[in-house]
């Protein structure tokens, strides 16, 4: 079974420029998660999709920060504009299970850097 | 809002050696997890915790859900080299999402 994909692995950027981020879940998976990891720290995360519908955005930074899952499969995260302090690994995660977030598969990661 | 620590935050151990890490926190859980996480990859989980006073093994490693919810511990027995990472810790409640500690590096001398 294909694990967790994210695209691209690493994005180095200026500040005030925009960045996407791409990711597609294990394959009947209905909740999708995009969680940020600064250096040092664990992931936190910034918004849950119950298909293509966001469960959970309230740690979103809104005013830069967008995400959406239109068919409800892969998801795309956007950036726009980026400030430094975005530096940071952008971890994208599905579950097979409505409800369940013990059971959360993450993939590899955006490495973004921002200049 | 909700904040883990985990403690040590960083650990040199001998091959061989048995190996201790725990999570604390100022709020009650329902659900602790334990992540491993290798570099340039995401975690993946390696323990789950559902009730209080649990202790749940996964080959050479253990865990406990703290009898007061508000602790988790982790142990890895016979450390090997590719034990080697950052172990984190997540804990939830009723109704809301994972949140995770700051984790704990672990490096394996041979």
Known sequence: EAGVAQSPRYKIIEKRQSVAFWCNPISGHATLYWYQQILGQGPKLLIQFQNNGVVDDSQLPKDRFSAERLKGVDSTLKIQPAKLEDSAVYLCASSPIKGRTDTQYFGPGTRLTVL | ?110
């Open chain 2, 1 to 110: 809002g909700q904040q883990l620590n985990q403690s040590p935050q960083s650990m040199f151990i001998q091959e061989g050696e048995d190996v201790s890490m725990n999570c604390t926190s100022s709020s009650i859980f329902n659900t602790w997890l334990w992540y491993k996480q290798d570099p340039g990859e995401g975690p993946v989980l390696l323990i789950a915790l559902y009730k209080a006073g649990e202790l749940t093994s996964n080959g050479r490693l253990t865990a406990q859900f703290g009898i007061t919810r508000k602790d988790s511990f982790l142990n890895i027995s016979a450390s090997i080299p590719s034990d080697v990472g950052i172990y984190f810790c997540a804990g939830q409640s009723y109704g809301q999402n994972f949140v995770f500690g700051p984790g704990t590096r672990l490096s394996v001398l041979p």
